[in-house]
């Protein structure tokens, strides 16, 4: 059973930056899995916000529109861990960040049910 635990979230200013932290634990081949970056914001459903390949994709990786610029996503599978480094943070990226792990697909995949194992999530605040 795989477990996901994300940590580094926390209250930044405006143009601030966060790294996110996910480490994954209890899996097999960590470094073929598509892992994702969610977020849900209060009131609202989750969306995607990245994601990247595993090693046979070559660590492909893919984002939403709205961090383009901004997100970057990245892995260690030495470690089993993904990262979302956050720059220029906007008060409209302050949510509830979830990391997620597919052990179908090794692409970069977007859709939630892409992904079979989910972190408990990490609280990020952007204060205006």
């Known amino acids: 059973q795989v477990q996901l635990v994300e940590s580094g979230g926390g209250l930044v200013q405006d143009g601030g930056s966060l790294r996110l932290s996910c480490a994954a634990s209890?899996?097999?081949?960590?470094?073929?899995?598509?892992l994702g970056w969610f977020r849900q914001a209060s009131g609202k459903g989750r969306e995607f916000v990245a994601a990247?390949?595993?090693?046979?994709?070559?660590?492909?990786?893919k984002y939403a529109d709205f961090v383009k610029g901004r997100f970057t996503v990245s892995r260690d599978n030495a470690k089993e861990i993904v990262y979302l480094q956050m720059n220029n943070l906007k008060f409209e990226d302050t949510a509830v960040y979830y990391c997620?792990?597919?052990?179908?697909?090794?692409?970069?995949?977007?859709?939630?049910?892409?992904?079979?194992?989910w972190g408990q999530g990490t609280q990020v605040t952007v204060s205006s």
């Open positions: 997620a792990l597919s052990e179908g697909f090794e692409g970069a995949v977007k859709m939630e049910y892409q992904y079979n194992y």
């Open positions: 209890g899996g097999g081949a960590f470094g073929n899995y598509a």
């Open positions: 990247i390949g595993g090693s046979w994709s070559g660590g492909i990786t």
